[in-house]
């Protein structure tokens, strides 16, 4: 075991800042997390007050809170809109029960934080009804058939773990759960609120008990009725809760996080799965909560990460972690236990007697304490004082994904999407807020020009001026879009002008959106040269940086007819149940390249599917990501099938199959 150069140990408030800027780096400064918050939050409300689906969908865990730590997986909660779980029948008055399916909470069998699920009314949520299981007389939803059904219903080949299906796409690992939701906050869970005298605050708390609770489908190990029983879940309260961590609480919490993966979990395979994140969680929550530690700021930030390290050995000693909300349910009961809770608690006592020196075992902190007195400071560190580079917060920005499910459900979708967006404009947002708005608008209206193009071309020719009509109606909202949207965001203008038969404009735009695609400045994919981008587009503004410097992947909704050569493959996707095509730029750049000059120029379109072939040939993730060979290789089959080379054609569309299927088609 290393230990601290002689002078560190007794300097606690350098090495506590040394290490808080080391966390700032790693996890992120007070405005990346924000940034990733914000514009999390205001997509998903987007999202949910325009969709029709009969589901809502919440990003939860660690990546809703702010986290983007490598190997962290995205874990997504669904659940039927027209369900509603009540903990007592004088709750049921609440309800419509013509048009919501009621099912009631009967925990008085099951162990704290536990609870059987009762039907109370028919539903016709496919799940609900392959789960239900017959008791005396009365239909219960089991937990053990729902997590069976349900495992692979968004994410196809899924893996069951715990309530979840689980598995990697793109090179993510994801956890979807589908779940029950309660509108009451859960009668087990009231002395938390006695207990929140001075954290969280009042509003808060006020705002996680009217937004109830969660059932996920598992029950308790130990349990009774442990393939009938549900687990309660406030993953809405936690988020809401690290929401009111100041960043050094934060931070405090993804050290812990980091300290679990590279010194806990690497003690012995006996004990390496015996904590997990969610530990780590509730021992922060409980140090917050109880104010071990009167000032959680940067000068103290050792001080709180060893506060949480003691209350954590403590738990395992006493084989008792208490959960935050539930103390009865005591989350180590299954687990952490005889020898193998002995031998952790062997392992976490000998980091113990180390003292906060521990730190040094973790390879990601050890760097910030060792270099410490290398690099002085010479003012005094805040939680704001720590800041990355103007590109960096751009590319968290740019980086967070965007798509609006709205524009599945048609013309409503998009008209509603529109009206929520006017109703934002006229709110109070921050500026990534703004940023995230403008990036979904030019969603909508990217989708709202096609619809209306495509619903008036039916009409036929005896409604000429309405086709007019629509179409400088399209060709007006496609402006906007570029307007608020990205270089990349001109391939839509490009696919109208195609799909019109104007030929020639749309290669005019072609030669404008490969000029723009080369300049050196430019955030491909999230990949940029940071001196040449701060040089041409530091200090700009949002827009401006969107329009002249950042391009990304094409996202085609399924549903939207853009050009007729898709079709096939936006059709053998919508039976897989997936909504949307995504294509690398510079794959669909070329490949408009050679439609438009196939009626132009015969010479130039070869010359085109030559630059096509090469790209698809040789890159080497450079402007294709591996997930999106599928589309490549299959959009170079199409080329190739026009020009009838059958034979090349053949190669790509098997080259295709062979490719990891993002796109299902």
């Not at 919501?100 to 028919?122: A, C, N, R, V, Y």
């Not at 113990?352 to 290398?374: A, E, F, N, V, W």
């Not at 995230?436 to 096609?450: I, N, P, Y």
């Not at 200090?539 to 050569?565: F, P």
């Amino acid at each position: 075991m290393e230990s601290f150069p002689k002078g560190i140990y007794e300097d606690n408030q350098q090495m506590s800042e040394s290490v808080f800027v080391g966390l700032c780096r790693i996890v992120g400064t007070t405005e990346q997390v924000a940034i990733r918050r914000e514009t999390v939050d205001i997509m998903e409300i987007m999202l949910r007050q325009t969709t029709k689906y009969e589901y809502h969908m919440m990003t939860s865990g660690s990546w809703r809170e702010g986290f983007r730590l490598k190997g962290s997986d995205v874990d997504v909660m669904n659940w039927p809109k027209n369900h509603r779980v009540i903990m007592d029948m004088s709750q049921s008055e609440y309800y419509n029960r013509a048009n919501t399916t009621l099912i009631l909470s009967d925990s008085s069998e099951s162990p704290p934080g536990f609870t059987l699920l009762k039907l109370l009314s028919p539903s016709q949520y496919r799940y609900v009804q392959l789960a239900l299981i017959r008791t005396n007389d009365s239909s219960y939803v089991a937990s053990s058939l729902f997590a069976k059904y349900t495992c692979s219903a968004m994410y196809p080949n899924s893996i069951l773990h715990g309530p979840c299906g689980s598995g990697y796409m793109a090179g993510e690992e994801y956890d979807t759960a589908y779940c029950l939701v309660c509108d009451f906050w859960p009668p087990s869970a009231s002395s938390w609120i006695d207990r929140c005298c001075s954290w969280p605050d009042s509003e808060v708390v006020e705002d996680i008990i009217s937004n109830g609770c969660h059932f996920v489908a598992i029950g308790h190990p130990l349990g009774q009725n442990m393939n009938k029983e549900w687990r309660i879940s406030f993953s809405l309260a936690e988020q809401k809760c690290v929401y009111a961590m100041n960043h050094s609480q934060f931070l405090t919490y993804g050290l812990l996080k980091i300290f679990l993966k590279e010194v806990i979990n690497q003690q012995t395979e006996e004990t390496n799965e015996l904590l997990c994140s969610y530990h780590m969680k509730t021992t922060v929550f409980w140090a917050i909560q109880q104010n071990t530690l009167h000032h959680w700021c940067p000068q103290n930030f050792v001080a709180g990460f060893w506060v949480c390290f003691k209350l954590l050995l403590k738990w395992v000693y006493e084989g008792i972690c208490p959960n935050f909300f539930i103390p009865k349910n005591n989350m180590f009961l299954s687990k952490v236990n005889g020898s193998a809770q002995n031998r952790l608690f062997l392992q976490l006592y000998e980091l113990y007697k180390k003292g906060p020196t521990c730190l040094l075992q973790s390879h990601s902190i050890k760097t910030y304490i060792i270099d410490m007195h290398s690099s002085p400071r010479p003012f005094a560190l805040t939680e704001d004082t720590v800041t990355r580079s103007e590109v960096d917060n751009d590319l968290e920005l740019i980086n967070t994904p965007s798509s609006f499910d709205s524009l599945q459900d048609g013309l409503s979708g998009v008209t509603e999407a529109l009206y929520k967006v006017e109703q934002f404009v006229g709110s109070p947002l921050t500026i990534y807020e703004v940023a995230m708005l403008q990036k979904l608008t030019a969603s909508v209206l990217q989708g709202t020009s096609f619809f209306l193009h495509n619903m008036h071309i039916k009409l036929g020719n005896s409604k000429q001026k309405q086709i007019y009509i629509a179409n400088k109606m399209s060709c007006h909202m496609l402006k906007l879009a570029v307007q608020f949207g990205c270089v990349s965001d001109l391939l839509f203008k490009i696919m109208y002008h195609y799909k019109t038969l104007r030929y020639k404009e749309a290669l005019s735009f072609i030669k404008m959106t490969k000029d723009k695609l080369t300049q050196p400045h430019l955030v491909l994919n999230g990949k940029v040269d940071k001196v040449k981008y701060t040089h041409v587009l530091g200090g700009k503004s949002w827009s401006t940086k969107m329009r002249q410097g950042v391009a990304r992947d094409i996202d085609l909704h399924n549903k939207i007819c853009y050009i007729s050569e898709l079709i096939p493959e936006q059709q053998s996707a919508l039976q897989k149940d997936w909504l949307g095509l995504r294509i690398p730029v510079f794959v669909m750049l070329h490949f408009l390249e050679f439609l438009c000059y196939k009626h132009v120029d015969a010479k130039l379109s070869d010359a085109a599917l030559e630059e096509l072939q090469v790209l698809v040939h040789h890159d080497q993730g450079l402007y294709i990501r591996d997930v999106l060979k599928d589309i490549s290789w299959e959009i170079l089959g199409i080329c190739q099938q026009i020009n009838r080379n059958h034979r090349a054609a053949l190669y790509s569309y098997q080259q295709s199959l062979t490719q990891y299927p993002l796109n299902k088609i």
